[in-house]
């Protein structure tokens, strides 16, 4: 595969994941109340955040952006590489990389406010900025077995520290993998600065950032994998391919689950294992359907999101779509019983999110971090 050859299905699938931050998730939740049942109550419910130990769709949304992240890099490398770019301003621009996505999650979080005492300082951007950054620089100076034992050495590693050492302020008795006796939390309170989401623990907080490392690592691999070059190794195969690993280490996060509970707030071991396998599987498929198959007209609803996927997350906290969708929509919403007008709401919303996102990519405009 070429440095410079675009993979579509990496832009539909991040499209894809986003779709969700972008109003997806309410459309769908709405859209079950209208036939309420143990079915549609469990997919609504999989529309928020588990509470604690537990897995929801809403949860592999992060950590799907995070594997993507990673996936491109091989790629964007071996570009940088082949225009002559030397080794020291390609880590420059990894590291300028990290560091814009960290002042972009306090540009999210309120920096502008100026409320310094109030400024949450961690971020889901901060995480993402932090944890591909590190990863990056893994993937530059180090080869595919050095990577893989530091990845195997990290998520075992945190899953012994997390679950033989509570945090020293734990009540007596407190489970260490529980929201009370956890040492990440305690690490978040003795060295993160900014307040901290929920008073005593941050789920984008610095220890548990570390094995978010690994989900970008994992990504890193698979972009690698894409890239070779041998005889016999078609794209149908590599598709196979990381099907098959992707069901491996999804059975390799459930059986860690016995030992370490899935727990997306932790970023646990058995999390980061399961979400890897689940967003290996979904970039097999979309891979194999987009870049294999050819059959690329159906994604352009996603890839525009997916081109522009850091603008919407950003542009949600600035731009008033919800006011947007009122303004051509409310009426219509307003003669509807409770739960139709709430579909209306939440579809007029996504609408106005992707109208705005279409209308950049036909003039061509994309926010490049």
Known sequence: MKPNQRLLSLDALRGFDMLFIMGFSGLVASLCALWP??????????????????????????????????????????KQRANGLGERAILGKVIRRGVTLVVLGLVYNGLFKLD????????????????????????????????????????????????????????????????????????????????????????????????????AMFGMFTGEFLRRERPGLTGDRKALYMALAAAAITLVGI??????PINKKLWSSSFTC???????????????????????????????????????????????????????????????PETVAAVVNNAGYVAACWLFLYFLYKKNTFLKV
């Open 116 to 215: 310094f005492a109030s400024l949450r300082v961690a971020s889901v951007l901060g995480r993402i900025g932090l944890a591909w950054m590190f990863a990056a620089i893994l993937y530059i100076y180090c080869g595919v077995k050095t990577r893989g034992i530091v990845a195997a050495a990290v998520l075992i590693g945190y899953s012994l520290l997390l679950c033989l050492v509570a945090a020293p302020d734990a009540p007596a008795g407190a489970d260490p993998l529980s929201i009370q006796g956890n040492l990440a939390g305690w690490v978040d309170r003795q060295w993160l600065p900014g307040r901290i989401l929920y008073k005593t623990f941050d789920p984008e907080g610095l220890l548990s950032t570390v094995p978010a490392i690994v989900s």
């Open 274 to 336: 399961v979400v890897t396998g689940y967003s290996l599987g979904m970039f097999a498929l979309f891979y194999y359907l987009i870049d294999v198959r050819g059959w690329k007209r159906w994604t352009l609803f996603f890839r525009v999101i997916g081109l522009n996927s850091i603008t919407i997350y950003l542009a949600q906290r600035i731009i008033p779509f919800g006011r947007i969708s009122d303004f051509f929509f409310g009426g219509a919403a307003s003669k509807c």
């Open 37 to 78: 049942n143990p079915f549609t109550d469990a997919v609504a419910g999989s529309m928020g955040h588990a509470a604690w130990d537990g897995l929801t769709h809403h949860d592999t949304i992060f950590p799907l952006f995070l594997f993507i992240a990673g996936v491109s890099f091989p790629f964007s490398l071996a």
């Open 255 to 260: 059986a860690w689950s016995g030992v370490m």
